[in-house]
């Protein structure tokens, strides 16, 4: 797979599609490596009563808080599917995972004995997590995933968000283009915002250098970003699914049924 960035005035050459293998139930993560996992959150994801089971007290009342089911059963196996892929690295319970949060709502690892970094990416029937050694501003990752599907008025959500190159680019593509131009523009630029925890209205702060930025296919129909202050190629990430499990709920487990 080759790498994909963003060139001066906008256009992007067009990205590759991950190769994804199964993701080991232990893990390490060399200086410099990136690894990225792909969690299914349709009805072929983690069995729902155990994800329940594994999130915290947090994740549980956000989670209830959601009226439209599909939506909740997406977020509930997302967020479990993270705490399994970071216990793998941790040696610890996915459950026994605590969480601290950003001034944006970032989640980052609190008091964990290897320090990483992580973000994770939800859409459609795809959650998205990477992860970098590390922690701080050289470490920090961000990562967006993107169901293309037809969008009105992508020209005024360019003008209002996007840098004007990456605007006129948009502009000057042939039509049949302009969505998958368009989709490529707004991961870059969630994922650029989400590498420093900033958010997606707060500016950079003055002075701080942008992160790059590849791209890549996660599966057809979808298109994904990560950003981080430096990347390797995309042929050296480590890039794994996150296979369900078979499970038998907790006795006394909590059910988000219909």
């Known amino acids: 797979?080759?790498?994909?960035?963003?060139?001066?005035?906008?256009?992007?050459?067009?990205?590759?599609?991950?190769?994804?293998?199964?993701?080991?139930?232990?893990?390490?993560?060399?200086?410099?490596?990136l690894h990225l996992w792909r969690i299914r959150t349709?009805?072929?994801?983690?069995e729902l009563a155990h994800a329940l089971s594994?999130?915290?007290?947090?994740?549980?009342?956000?989670?209830?808080?959601?009226?439209?089911?599909?939506?909740r059963e997406?977020?509930?196996?997302?967020?479990?599917?993270?705490?399994?892929?970071?216990?793998?690295?941790?040696?610890?319970?996915?459950?026994?995972?605590?969480f601290e949060y950003g001034p944006?709502?970032?989640?980052?690892?609190?008091?964990?004995?290897?320090?990483?970094?992580f973000n994770l990416t939800t859409t459609g029937d795809l959650a998205l997590v990477a992860l970098?050694?590390?922690?701080?501003?050289?470490?920090?990752?961000?990562?967006?995933?993107?169901?293309?599907?037809?969008?009105?008025?992508?020209?005024?959500?360019?003008q209002r968000m996007f840098a004007p190159e990456v605007v006129r680019a948009l502009e000057s593509a042939p039509q049949d283009q302009r969505i998958a131009r368009f989709y490529r523009a707004w991961t870059?630029?969630?994922?650029?915002?989400?590498?420093?925890?900033?958010?997606?209205?707060?500016?950079?702060?003055?002075?701080?250098?942008?992160?790059?930025?590849l791209h890549c296919i996660p599966e057809t129909?979808?298109?994904a970003a990560v950003a981080r202050s430096a990347l390797p190629p995309v042929p050296d990430w480590s890039t794994f699914d996150l296979l369900p499990q078979v499970w038998s709920a907790p006795a006394g487990a909590s059910s988000i049924g219909r």
């Not at 997302?78 to 605590?98: Q, V």
């Not at 944006?104 to 970094?117: D, F």
């Not at 994922?191 to 930025?213: M, N, S």
């Open 54 to 71: 594994l999130l915290g007290e947090r994740q549980r009342a956000r989670a209830a808080r959601m009226r439209h089911l599909p939506y």
């Open 74 to 98: 997406r977020y509930v196996r997302a967020h479990a599917g993270l705490r399994e892929i970071l216990s793998r690295y941790l040696d610890a319970p996915p459950g026994a995972l605590c």
């Open 132 to 158: 970098c050694p590390g922690v701080g501003p050289r470490s920090d990752v961000g990562v967006d995933c993107e169901w293309i599907r037809p969008r009105h008025s992508i020209e005024a959500v360019a």
């Open 221 to 223: 129909g979808y298109i």
């Open 42 to 46: 349709d009805a072929d994801g983690i």
């Open 1 to 33: 797979m080759s790498t994909q960035r963003q060139d001066e005035d906008g256009a992007m050459t067009a990205p590759t599609t991950i190769e994804w293998t199964v993701g080991p139930s232990r893990c390490e993560i060399r200086s410099g490596a």
């Open 188 to 213: 870059a630029l969630e994922a650029d915002a989400k590498a420093d925890g900033r958010g997606l209205f707060r500016p950079r702060p003055a002075g701080a250098q942008p992160p790059a930025v």
């Open 104 to 117: 944006a709502g970032t989640p980052a690892l609190a008091g964990a004995a290897v320090p990483l970094s």
